[in-house]
Each structure stands twice: as C-alpha cells, then as structure tokens.
C-alpha cells in the first residue's frame, strides 16, 4: 500500500480509498429534474465510471412537484429508490401502485422486462431520492416487486442492512415486511444516520472464491439542499483519514475483517449510504 493510500485510511491501511467527489460527479439540471450520476448514466459518459462491482447506477435525484418520469421500460436489472425526503409515486405494469415516503425502500426486479413511472404528484413539495441500479446474478427470472420501511430512529447511529441478497440472514421474499428487501445480485446496502462525534463500521465479509478483496462504496446524501458545487455541510471521516461531505462518495477495497469506520466529525446528522460488493 503507498503512503498516499496510507495516508487516506490511517486505521485500516491495508484497505484501498479513491474518493468519488461531489463536484466530479456527472449530471444535469432539466428544470423539473435536477440529477447527480455517480456512475456513467444517460448524457453523462465516462470510461472510468460505468460500474463497481454489480452496481451499475446511483443517481441522487431531485424531481419538482407534479413532474416525474413518465412510463418506460427495463429488464435484466435490480433497481431500487431510497425516498430522502418528498413522496414519490411508483406505478407498474405488474399492478402496484403506490406513495413512496422518507424512510421507504422500493425494490423492482425488473427480470424478464416490466414499465413503470415514478412521480412526484405532490403540488408542493420536491421528492429527493436516490436511483440505484444493480446487474443481476441470474438472468430470465419473473418480475418481482418489494417495499421496506426503516424509521430514522432504527438508522440513528446504527449502521443498518437495508437491501440483501436473496438467501442472506434476515431477508424474506415478502412483498412488505421486516428486514432488508430482496435483492437478486450480489450486492448489500446499508444505511446510518450519524450524529455529530459518533462512529459506525462495516466489516468486509470474505471474498468470493478466486479473489482477495470485496468492494466497498460510501455515499454521503446531499441532505442540506441541491449544491453543485465543492461539497459542504454534513462531514464524515473514513478510517481515521478521508473526510467526505454532502455529495461525496468513496471506492473501497478490503480483505475479510477489514474495516470501514465512519464518523460524524462535523456539527449535523449525516445520512450515509455504505454498499458491499464482490
């Protein structure tokens, strides 16, 4: 590992950090949809960002009161909505129709190919909510729809699994319930809301067989409003040494039982995003 790497993740220095910065990110203002693109994503390219693991998609997603995304199609994808803030409206073509809200999670296995739209119907309120794609590990399977709900109080200073592979502890193929939703890909999502001086970690389970490390990825919700420019307000520190911001985002690599910790070093709860990949 170099210093610099070093330097980035004092505590844990065999584990990798390449920080992915708000004002980096790719994206665009349409008026009634302003967007953020962590990976390559409709007039956002870039050969360097496509994808980290199986996760192909995080947009971070601010659409104005009576607009949204009208009906369209997908297939061979996991895709799910994390609701910060607003009500968001999803309607599909297997029959669900229904007002997503802070704190709710919407997992679409798009499989085989379904539509759906996502409003914001409210005539008041913006809906921000984060977009997040993953490739699935089987392909041609049916269509499958879930929702989850995790209360601000479950997340606050607990780093939460709120999305989980298919077959992992906890989850159940249930349209609603308890527990992380379903996933058909190899990916994990948690979720924390740190308040100021507080920590939390994540442990990087083993690799799969033939590699030496997982991925990681940590994102860092833009809470305190729209901002396009260098990254502000809520602040977190990873292993001792990177310290992200609203927007920002960090690429990790770890062995089994390696760490990412975080902690709120700033004077505001942070909502943090922490993916686990193969």
């Known amino acids: 590992m170099s210093s610099a790497a070093s330097t980035l993740s004092p505590l844990y220095p065999n584990v990798k950090l ?35 693991g199986n996760l192909r998609v995080i947009n971070e997603d601010r659409v104005e009161p009576t607009e949204g995304f009208g009906t369209h199609g997908h297939r061979e994808m996991e895709i799910f909505s994390y609701v910060v803030s607003g009500e968001l409206e999803h309607k599909d073509s297997m029959g669900n129709l229904e007002i997503l809200k802070r704190g709710d999670i919407q997992l679409t296995s798009a499989g085989t190919g379904i539509r759906h739209s996502e409003y914001n119907r409210n005539n008041k309120s913006m809906v921000h909510f984060l977009q997040i794609w993953a490739e699935p590990h089987t392909r041609g399977l049916r269509p499958k729809y879930f929702t989850r709900h995790f209360t601000d109080e ?85 292993n001792g040494g990177l310290e992200l911001s609203e927007g920002d985002g960090a690429f990790a690599w770890g062995a089994a039982g390696d760490k990412l910790q975080i902690e709120n070093v700033g004077t505001t709860p942070a909502e943090v995003l922490v993916f686990d990949m193969e």
């Open 154 to 238: 479950e997340k606050t200073d607990k780093l939460v699994t709120v999305v989980a592979p298919v077959g992992s502890e906890g989850v159940k193929e249930e349209r609603e319930g308890s527990g992380p939703a379903p996933v058909q890909s190899n990916v994990t999502l948690k979720s924390t809301i740190l308040t100021p001086g507080k920590t939390v970690e994540h442990v990087f389970p083993a690799p799969v067989s033939g590699e030496t490390q997982r991925k990681g990825y940590v994102h860092v919700i833009q809470t305190s409003g729209y901002n396009t420019g260098a990254a502000k307000g809520n602040r977190v520190r990873v």
């Open 18 to 52: 390449v920080p992915r910065l708000n004002t980096e990110r790719g994206g665009a203002n349409h008026g009634w949809l302003k967007t953020f693109h962590t990976f390559s994503f409709a007039g956002y390219w870039d050969p360097r960002y496509m994808s980290f």
